[in-house]
């Protein structure tokens, strides 16, 4: 489970490990070629298509996989693909939110509510769930960066909400239409972040014990293994020790 940081209950993701790396570059190189559709084909002139080479680069994504996905866009090459957000319910009375890119949404509505299904969750409507969450712009730099009473000040004078702090790093927040211009400002004052992205941050959490904790994760599991499914976000809270044993 990804996330060495106090987000690490919000937004679930696996890391980098061998066995899915090809998985994971999938993902990332599906969003360069659908940021570089959307916008011009230069991450300089394309805020989104520049997040998503920096979220390549930091899971070490070869150069070469890059500027194929660009050049897929530039070509016309690939399928066209459309965001969708499903949403749901997990086992506790926990909230999921899944973000896609797919080019066929009744195949992924179908694989997505049947993994719900097997794993003790239900998919929702389309804002069933969002309305437990705010939809917030993360900006993301490691604490090398500087001290927390510079980031904050740094987060203020970018025009940031918030800076949040920790031996993991700093989380710049910011509303969703904010999100270029802060990343814009802190970039120019301490280089590109580590990431830039918009989550879904739960109002409210809700705390799972290890069994329904089980079953929860692997349904978050279910849906990240989904190659249409490029984020998952879920309110639950865990105990470090409880996610330690049912991660191992």
Known sequence: MAGHSQFKNIMHRKGAKDAIRSKVFGKLAREITVSAKM?????????????????????????????????????????????????????????????????????????VRAAFTKHGGTLGETNSVAFMFDQLGLIHFPAKTGSADAMLEAAIEAGADDCESSEAGHDFLCGPGALHAVREALAAKFGDPESAKLIWRPKNTVAVDEEGGAKLLKLLDALDDNDDVQTVFANYEMSDEMLEKLTA
């Open 39 to 111: 916008g011009m084909p230069d991450p300089d002139h394309n805020p989104r298509l520049r997040a998503a080479v920096i979220a390549a680069r930091a899971e070490n994504m070869p150069k070469d996989n890059i500027e194929r996905a660009i050049k897929k866009a530039i070509g016309g090459e690939g399928e066209n693909y459309e965001s969708v957000r499903y949403e749901g319910y997990g086992p506790g009375g926990t909230a999921i939110i899944a973000e896609a890119l797919t080019d066929n949404r009744n195949r992924t509505a179908g694989e």
